[in-house]
């Protein structure tokens, strides 16, 4: 009852070989899941590709679709696959929880959530010692925010243009990108600042940004001092001095920005940025949910790089590999001040959630992901600046570990997004060959690489050679 995968591969580039084989497919035909998509499942759930994929089984990297055909996941089920898919470790853990204990609620006590809390807090740095299990990254993001409010007394709360931060009624007062934001009232007591983007911003040069590759802008840094950040700093401080009252609840940001396409802060912006919300009696929340578990190699949490403690991190997607699970981790003080009343969870912390969630922790030691997120990630980044140095169209290269943006555009002297059908048409292109890849950016103009961990250099080489065959067809069309 198993098939043989055919290769979705052209001439062009040689797929890596795999000795998984995946299962007969064996559900409905491709054209009545296209009927039950149009006719009984929300149409805002979109999906990519003219001919949407139907993905069928996973290995580690590899995604198998109804056909057998085999494609290296390169966007990781939107930076949540964190150690593979279906990893045998994770596989094993939630299989063994499945037999003794799905949920019983947390008013009870079980061995699972006593034994994930140590672990996961162990990864942190003191204070950051207290864990609020949620189900999703918008309920973290949303329980952070209250959270901050009710600890400070304040309520006013300071993001990033470009950041995103949920989907939740709450969290899209913080999530600063159009194409999320509905024509409902949202956002009272939430002001966005500028972003401090070194590519697109009007200030940033080439020496800013914490990766292995900078923007081909000139830089007009002196010895020591960043006038881009500087520049950006100033900005921050307008905001607070115009837009929100003398004391604020927080400030959240992303390390990285995720949905935004990787986009990277000159250094020090954070750290200066922190200083200040703590000033006018704020928190820091760092959302974590793209950036943490070792994703951008050189640390496991992307506030480390930053040189700051946050007072409240969020964490998701990657946390349990794809599992819905999420936590807020913040200090015993600022945790108590939600103890004043009541707040509950069903299914926060559940026994299985834990199990999974402490069986990623594991994988992510043992195969050192961390590491591997770090030496691929950096050759994948340097892969991808000669492509940048071959094609107009690549604008900018940018990333960590394996957290990386190429953002699009007509010229590089223009900066001009590429239009989205044109990027659409490169994606295409990808996926025929045999590599799947995310989109994102304020105009959809920005490729999202963000692979599970356990990518290896040969598949790297593969997707180059890929990704180099579709920029190519593009310039020919274009001609």
């Known amino acids: 009852r198993q098939q043989k995968w055919k290769s979705s591969v052209s001439a062009q580039a040689r797929m890596p070989p795999c000795d998984f084989v995946p299962e007969k497919y064996e559900s409905y035909p491709y054209e009545r899941m296209q009927r039950i998509r149009e006719q009984n499942i929300a149409p805002s759930l979109r999906t990519y590709y003219r001919k949407p994929l139907l993905l069928h089984q996973g290995h580690m990297q590899w995604l198998f679709d109804h056909e057998g055909r085999r494609y290296l996941d390169l966007f990781a089920g939107i930076v949540t696959v964190s150690v593979g898919h279906c990893h045998p470790k994770v596989t094993m853990a939630t299989q063994k929880q499945l037999a003794r204990l799905w949920h019983t609620t947390n008013i009870y006590m079980y061995p699972a959530i006593h034994e994930y ?12 010692k207290v864990v609020y299990l949620t189900n999703s990254g918008s309920e973290a993001n949303d329980l ?12 006013d709360i300071i993001s990033l243009r470009g950041g995103y931060h949920g989907g939740s009624p709450y969290t899209l007062g913080v999530t600063s990108l159009t194409p999320y ?27 800013c940004r914490d990766s292995p590759v900078q923007t081909v802008r000139k830089c007009t840094c002196t010895e020591g001092a960043c006038f881009a950040k500087d520049q950006y700093i100033e900005q921050f401080k307008d905001t ?58 050189s640390h496991f949490w992307g506030f480390q790089a930053q040189g700051v403690v946050p007072d409240i991190v969020t964490l998701a997607k990657g946390i349990g590999n794809g599992f819905p699970m999420a936590a807020v981790v ?27 969630g402490a069986a990623v922790l594991d994988a992510i030691e043992e195969d050192d992901l961390q590491k591997n997120s770090e030496v691929v990630g950096t050759y994948m980044l340097l892969e991808l600046a000669k492509l940048r140095d071959e094609f107009e169209i690549v ?33 295409e292109d ?42 190519q067809k593009h310039v020919e069309r274009a001609a």
């Not at 992303?254 to 919300?277: D, S, T």
């Not at 200090?331 to 299914?347: D, G, R, V, Y």
């Not at 604008?395 to 239009?419: F, N, Q, W």
């Open 144 to 155: 952070a925010m209250f959270m901050a409010r009710l600890h400070t007394c304040n309520f």
């Open 181 to 207: 934001k509905h024509g409902v009232a949202n956002g009272f007591g939430c002001t966005t600042t500028m972003l401090p983007d070194v590519f697109r911003g009007p200030w940033g040069g080439s020496h």
């Open 330 to 356: 913040t200090t015993k003080e600022i945790a108590s001040s939600l103890a004043q009343n009541l707040h509950f969870n069903t299914f926060g912390g559940s026994p299985l959630a834990c199990a999974v």
């Open 395 to 427: 604008g900018d290269v940018r990333g960590k570990g394996l957290m990386i943006g190429v953002e699009m555009v007509t010229d590089k002297e223009s900066r001009r997004p590429l239009p989205a059908e044109e990027v659409s048409q490169i994606m």
């Open 117 to 128: 809390v140590e672990k996961l807090t162990s990864l942190f740095p003191d204070p950051l």
């Open 430 to 471: 990808c996926k025929d060959m045999g590599v799947l890849i995310g989109r994102g950016g304020l105009y959809s103009q920005t490729f999202r690489i963000k692979p599970p961990m356990c990518i290896t250099k040969r598949d790297v080489d593969f997707a180059m050679e890929v990704l180099r065959t579709a920029l």
């Open 240 to 297: 607070l001095n115009t837009s929100v009252p003398k004391t604020v609840a927080g400030f959240i940001a992303e390390p990285i920005q995720g949905v935004n396409g990787a986009v990277q802060y000159p250094r020090n912006f954070l750290k200066e940025a922190y200083q200040l919300i703590r000033e006018r009696g704020g928190l820091y929340i760092s959302d974590e949910v793209q950036t943490g578990f070792g994703r951008t190699g």
